[in-house]
């Protein structure tokens, strides 16, 4: 494995839970967005570890998201204000316009104390359908009070357009250790002062895990990152305003608080996160010297 200085631009600062980003100019989020959690009372944790940006699907993985849908009616039932201090996004899948209206509907009748769509996504975007589905969106999206769109992309230079052109308020992109795209074909071509946010998902993979080590060669006197050390390297790149991120468990929103609290990571950890990766993909070997971060 090599550990030379990572050459790209690194934040000095990672974001919390309590700071806020303006979206559309008039809402204000936080920059973890939280998605799907195996625990309802998760949702609940997050909004007073200081998260208030929710993301909801209206059809494709519904029952994925169960234990959101019933984290934010649970949260709802606080108090009548409560529902004024969270920001809640729901992305929608079809292309055809036909469908674009229905589920949006259905989600905002199933869960209770919703009232509302704050944000509304076009999920799984290309450059072939973008124009088609945004317009779909737009005509839609008063119908649910929306005051944002934003779209979930699976192709990076059309994201890095949409973000440049203020084609939309927010865009979700892929990024991690093992698929790094993004740094040539979305960061480089978008302005830190873009009215549109860029955040990420699938930030933690691919986790090393502790039984993969000692079948890659890797000892006890070898760093093993923790799977919060994978959102702190990505929120290592100052072109992400935040993450769309899935911790499973009031444990894991804890220990994702944390990390965040511990600050950014070393050069050294940094590029070593990225070494492993490579060693587990056959494309590295290991050194001599174990490095010395914990």
């Not at 998605?35 to 309802?40: A, K, N, Q, Y």
């Not at 209770?112 to 509304?120: A, E, S, V």
């Not at 929120?235 to 965040?260: Q, Y």
Request: a negative charge; aromatic letters at 10%; one cysteine or more.
């Amino acid at each position: 494995m090599t550990r030379d200085a990572p050459a790209s631009p690194r934040s000095q600062v990672l974001p919390r839970p309590t700071d806020r980003l303006t979206l559309a100019g008039a809402l204000q989020v936080s920059p973890i967005c939280l998605g799907t959690v195996g625990e309802s009372r998760a949702i609940s944790h997050a909004f007073d570890l200081g998260i208030n940006f929710f993301f909801l699907t209206a059809d494709m993985h519904w029952p994925l998201y169960d234990a959101t849908r019933r984290g934010l009616m649970d949260l709802f039932r606080r108090s009548p204000s409560v529902r004024d201090q969270v920001v809640v996004a729901v992305v929608g899948y079809p292309a055809q316009s036909e469908f674009s209206h229905m589920p949006f509907e259905e989600t905002l009748g199933y869960t209770l104390g919703l009232g509302h769509i704050d944000l509304t996504v076009a999920g799984g975007s290309y450059r072939s359908d973008f124009a088609a589905r945004k317009e779909a969106f737009e005509v839609h999206k008063k119908d649910f009070g929306a005051r944002a769109f934003g779209t979930s992309f699976h192709d990076r230079e059309m994201a890095a357009e949409a973000i440049r052109e203020e084609l939309v308020d927010i865009a979700f992109i892929r990024y991690n250790v093992l698929h790094p795209g993004a740094e040539t074909d979305v960061f480089p071509h978008v302005a830190p002062s873009s009215r549109a946010l860029l955040y990420n998902f699938t930030s933690t993979h691919p986790h090393i895990s502790p039984e993969l080590f000692p079948k890659l060669g890797l000892n006890a006197d070898y760093w093993q990152p923790d799977i919060t050390d994978y959102y702190r390297w990505v929120l290592a790149r100052p072109e992400l305003d935040g993450i769309l991120c899935a911790p499973r468990t009031v444990a894991e929103l804890d220990a994702l608080d944390r990390a965040l609290a511990a600050g950014p990571l070393t050069d050294e950890q940094y590029t070593y996160i990225r070494d492993l990766t490579d060693l587990a993909g056959g494309k590295a070997t290991l050194v001599e010297d174990p490095p010395t971060t914990a």
